[in-house]
């Protein structure tokens, strides 16, 4: 399957400064990437559509301000947790649609990144 | 409101024994995934299907998508202590290229020697 990786797997961060977690597609173009949140034994929740050279479609609830993501290339997404609290404490995890191999809508995830705010 | 109703959320089962994972919707979509996760791991897909009354296999996992396309089950035969792990259905919303996928709330399964 398509391969998406994702940077960095884990990082611990004082509250109030900012995060950025990285998103490649290494073997194809993803004019698409998705963010979700996961909290421990629980689903993904979408938090936005990342589109490659405009602006991200953020879900409802999401703040915008809070959570920046920029898709600048056809292979790399980012998501900056700006001033960071403890409440943002969450793995996120990113994912890109392959229109290639796939016409069915699946998605291929990255390993995820785990976020301590202390 | 969830949109894909996932049961049971929490399996604990002995090895051997067989378990079914549903997902149910009111709404109809395109597709259905469903994927596995284990701990501080992105999911993985496990299989997708696209046409009512659909039924794949893949080992001991056995897949159906419901003949109105708003729901999915899974099943697997024989459990074993590897099957343990978190197991998501996602549906899309929308066109399969472009569209959304919307995750249900998963089922924990641990599978115990």
């Known amino acids: 399957g398509a391969v998406v990786s994702q940077h960095p797997s884990w990082v611990i961060c004082k509250s109030g400064t900012s995060v950025k977690i990285e998103c490649r597609s290494l073997?194809?173009?993803?004019?698409?990437m998705f963010w979700y949140r996961q909290f421990p034994k629980q689903s993904l929740m979408l938090m936005a559509t990342?589109?490659?050279?405009?602006?991200?479609?953020?879900e409802q609830g999401v703040e915008k301000d809070k959570f920046l993501i920029n898709h600048a290339s056809l292979t790399l997404s980012t998501l900056t947790v700006t001033s960071a609290h403890p409440e943002d404490s969450s793995f996120y995890i990113c994912s890109a649609r392959d229109h290639f191999r796939s016409t069915t809508g699946e998605l291929f995830f990255g390993e995820g990144s785990r976020l301590t705010v202390l | 409101t969830q949109l894909l109703e996932q049961s049971p959320q929490f399996l604990s089962i002995q090895e051997g024994e067989n378990l079914t994972v549903y997902c149910n919707s009111s709404s109809v979509f395109s597709s259905l995934q469903w994927y596995r996760q284990e701990p501080g791991e992105g999911p993985v897909l496990l299989v997708t299907v696209v046409t009512g009354g659909e039924v794949k296999k893949l080992k001991r996992l056995t897949f159906q998508f419901g003949d109105a396309r708003k729901d999915s089950s899974l099943h697997i035969t024989a459990a074993q202590p590897g099957d343990t792990g978190l197991y998501l259905c996602?549906?899309?919303?929308?066109?399969?290229?472009?569209?959304?996928?919307?995750f249900g709330q998963g089922t924990t399964l641990q599978v115990k020697p």
């Open positions: 073997d194809f173009q993803a004019t698409t």
């Open positions: 990342s589109n490659e050279g405009s602006k991200a479609t953020y």
């Open positions: 996602a549906g899309v919303r929308g066109s399969s290229n472009t569209g959304k996928l919307i």
